[in-house]
């Protein structure tokens, strides 16, 4: 069964910092990884799909990498703001069923 | 301006009472989900559809149904309600090309509380 895994659960650093923010999976078989943004009290913003046949996606100052056979996704987020203050979540579609699973998630914070 | 609409935003309620969550979308996506998130545990995805009149279980569907009659629409029925279905729900959709999915669009969710 598909499991996804997010660590840490919860992050500090001062504004400016580059940081990675990582997502494991169990089984290989997936169609993609996406990877959101929620707000506190708001719905999830997608941020980066990567395809699995894709190594990266970039948009921005985000950079999502993709390595399939070792069942790991980095979301890297270069000079950090305040604004980035978010929880983080990856989700995989997984192949065959057309299901979604979510890791549990990443709370940032960026400190001004 | 493309969006997912859910409603209610909030419901308190009592066990027993059947209740449905709508949830309409206006980019004309095949793909429509239902989620649960609840602390500790995260999103769990509790029913989807790949397009009208299909619609298979996720990791979480006791409890609930779904229809998809018309493509825009997907509600979710919670006939017999109870306490542990109390949550923040979320409905999201996307567009289908072949098995390579696009980003999904979510809902502002809605918080269901049980009594």
């Known amino acids: 069964k598909q499991e996804v895994t997010q660590i840490p659960a919860a992050l500090s650093v001062p504004e400016g910092e580059n940081l990675v923010l990582n997502c494991s999976f169990t089984?290989?078989?997936?169609?993609?990884l996406q990877w959101f943004r929620q707000d506190p009290g708001k719905g999830l913003t997608s941020l980066l799909l990567?395809?699995?046949?894709?190594r990266e996606q970039t948009s921005g100052r985000l950079n999502a990498s993709l390595d399939k056979s070792s069942g790991r996704s980095t979301l890297y987020i270069a000079a950090s703001q305040p604004g980035d203050s978010a929880t983080y979540l990856c989700?995989?579609?997984?192949?065959?069923?057309?299901?979604?699973?979510f890791g549990t998630g990443t709370r940032l914070k960026v400190l001004a | 301006e493309a969006q997912v609409t859910q409603n209610p935003r909030y419901l308190i309620t009592v066990t027993g009472k059947k209740l449905t969550v709508t949830c309409s979308q206006n980019?004309?996506?095949?793909?429509m989900s239902w989620y649960r998130q609840d602390p500790g545990l995260g999103l769990r995805q509790i029913y989807y559809?790949?397009?009208?009149?299909?619609?298979d279980k996720g990791d979480v569907p006791e409890g609930y149904k779904v229809s998809r009659k018309e493509k825009r629409n997907f509600p979710l029925i919670l006939e017999s309600p109870s306490p542990n279905q109390t949550s923040l729900y979320f409905c999201?959709?996307?567009?289908?090309?072949?098995?390579?999915?696009?980003?999904?669009?979510f809902g502002d969710g809605t918080r269901l509380s049980i009594l």
């Open positions: 989700a995989v579609f997984v192949s065959g069923t057309y299901k979604y699973i």
């Open positions: 999201a959709s996307s567009t289908m090309a072949g098995a390579k999915n696009q980003p999904q669009h």
């Open positions: 559809s790949m397009n009208v009149e299909v619609t």
């Open positions: 990567i395809q699995s046949s894709q």
């Open positions: 089984d290989s078989a997936i169609y993609n």
């Open positions: 980019m004309n996506h095949e793909y």
